[in-house]
């Protein structure tokens, strides 16, 4: 199929279902998605059946072990990587704060580490931590009208120093998707190393890593319809030369080198989940291949119903003239979140969406360095409406509706 089966997706997700959540349209996916009935199904296995210390020669230990490095292996084919390149951790906040800690360990003063003000606080408040140990924090500025992060401006900033660029993929306020592959190729050839925060795009579509080159990429689970982990890929060639953050006997597994505290043994196993809903939803449409390739045709489906949906939202929200649109107006060149500064506090704007059967949120969403940069009070905030692809065109008129009468 060319185009995504709206009705069969839904139906792959219980909360579609649930009496409690009838009439309500859920657009506050940028701060956690629905899940999967695969990954529920897991979960309720392994917490009823396996739920063991992993990894001991009876029968539910090495089912429980099994299912666990199935996630590992499955998730890593998809993303185009080792699967041991493939790391999970409590949440993405977390794992770069490990990350951050092995590169306060590798640099030395005088080296220089760049970072934006577009990025989520989480992939850029513990890198500007290591200026504490003299390394050079240079920051790389959006546009403040349009919070479009230019990469020709990151010429300026890029020189021998340079060890380290931290970016998104897209802000999970402005929504425009940064060119990841270009950005990478331009730092690689000044010899430094890249991490990108994928949180806010990846539950738009899982993407090829090795594809698009980066050292990390960083993303959460329980926005691309898993549990609460976060998931981390760590290419090889940084991983080995990083000082190891896990057990000191563990230093030669590059998964647990980043990993300090015991991981979820459940959530892990439950995340194969995520890779079931993807070959499930492949199977349907008639994609095939191996598993990247799968994955790709996967995040097109996606990505083109999600386009189609959130053009009439830019068009409606970018003719009032009592809001202010982040980010870009074609829905093309951004994720499916959007952000809106209104003439007062966003909460309240939230609450009254929520009488209509809105679900949204208004708020500084942690990206309180793009506010500021763009000119938006964080304590005023802005209303975020987000959705993913398994919503529907009805739900989208409802919002319409909704907004029509509130704003």
């Known amino acids: ?27 506050e996916n940028a701060g956690g998605s629905y899940t999967c009935a695969p990954v529920i199904n897991r979960l309720t296995r392994f917490y009823t059946q396996r739920k063991v210390q992993p990894y001991a ?34 949440s993405t906040t977390q794992n770069t704060y490990v990350l951050a800690n092995a590169f306060r360990q590798f640099l030395t003063p005088g080296d220089a580490i760049i970072v934006t003000n577009q990025d989520h ?6 890198w500007r931590r290591l200026a504490d140990e003299g390394v050079e924090v240079r920051e790389w500025k959006i546009d403040p009208d349009t919070g479009h992060l230019d990469p020709a401006q990151l010429d300026n900033l890029l020189d021998d120093k340079v060890r380290l ?14 060119d990841v592959a270009a950005i990478t190729a331009k730092v690689h050839a000044a010899g430094a190393y ?11 579509g899982f993407v090829n890593v090795d594809e698009l080159g980066p050292d990390i990429y960083l993303f959460s689970a329980y926005k691309t319809y898993g549990p609460h982990q976060g998931v981390m890929v760590i290419r090889r060639g940084l991983g080995e030369v990083l000082p190891n953050q896990g057990h000191y006997f563990n230093a030669g597994s590059l998964y647990k080198r980043f990993t300090p505290a015991g991981p979820d043994h459940a959530q892990i196993a439950a995340s ?19 598993a990247a390739t799968r994955c790709a045709g996967a995040h097109d489906l996606m990505r083109g119903h999600e386009v189609t949906l959130l053009q009439p939202l ?9 809001v ?5 107006a074609q829905a093309e060149s951004r994720a499916p979140t959007v952000a809106l500064a209104l003439n007062g506090a966003a909460a309240p704007v939230a609450a009254a969406l929520a009488d209509h059967g809105i679900m949204a949120g208004g708020g500084d969403f942690y990206a309180v360095r793009t506010l500021t940069a763009m000119g938006v009070d964080p304590d005023q905030g802005v209303l975020r409406l987000s959705f993913t692809h398994y919503t529907h065109a009805d739900e989208v008129q409802q919002l319409l509706q909704a907004l029509e009468r509130v704003l």
């Open 1 to 27: 199929m060319s185009k995504l089966d709206i009705d069969w997706v839904r139906a792959q997700f219980p909360a579609f279902d649930e009496p409690t959540l009838q009439g309500q349209a859920f657009f």
């Open 57 to 90: 020669p009876y029968e539910a230990s090495r089912l429980a072990g099994e299912e666990m490095d199935e996630a590992r292996r499955r998730l890593a084919a998809m993303l185009g990587v080792d699967t041991d390149e493939v790391s999970f951790g409590p």
């Open 121 to 126: 606080e989480a992939n850029t408040g513990p």
């Open 165 to 178: 660029v931290c970016f998104p993929h897209c802000s999970n306020v402005v929504g425009e998707i940064n």
């Open 194 to 204: 890249v991490c990108v925060d994928g949180v806010s795009y990846a539950p738009h």
């Open 272 to 290: 194969a989940g995520m890779a079931d809903y993807i070959d499930d939803l492949c199977a349907h449409h008639g994609i095939t291949g191996d």
């Open 314 to 322: 830019l068009d409606y929200v970018s003719a009032k003239n009592a």
């Open 324 to 328: 202010r649109l982040l980010g870009p």
